[in-house]
């Protein structure tokens, strides 16, 4: 397992999660997960479920708060940028900074 990347602590915290239960590895796994990744809602929201079942109702409601947090700014920024994309043309020509004629 590569310690660097986020993505195997998410995947092990999964296994001891479904195929094998141990909340307590599991835990250790997202928390390891979200120190290198921080926003990643997918263990944020994985470890405020496994923080609820183990009576941790502040933990995990600080996480879930998180988690909304960040689903807002990226719908935000979804917005804006199909907002972008009516106004001046297609996607393609939004990254690449042309204008419509």
């Known amino acids: 397992m590569n310690p660097r990347f986020p ?3 998410y995947l092990r915290a999964k296994y ?5 239960p ?3 590895l599991a835990i250790q796994n997202l928390e390891s997960c979200l120190r290198l990744a921080p926003k990643y809602v997918p ?3 994985q470890l405020a479920f496994l923080y609820r079942t183990m009576g941790k109702n502040q933990e995990s409601e600080s996480l ?3 988690v ?3 689903q807002t700014e990226e719908l935000s920024r979804e917005r804006e ?3 972008i994309v009516i106004s001046r043309g297609s996607p393609s020509q939004v990254t690449s900074g042309k204008e419509l004629p």
Do not use: F
């Open 7 to 9: 993505g195997a602590y």
């Open 64 to 66: 879930l708060a998180e």
């Open 68 to 70: 909304r947090q960040v």
């Open 43 to 45: 263990a944020e929201y």
């Open 16 to 20: 001891y999660t479904v195929l094998d």
């Open 81 to 83: 940028h199909r907002r």
């Open 22 to 24: 141990n909340p307590a």
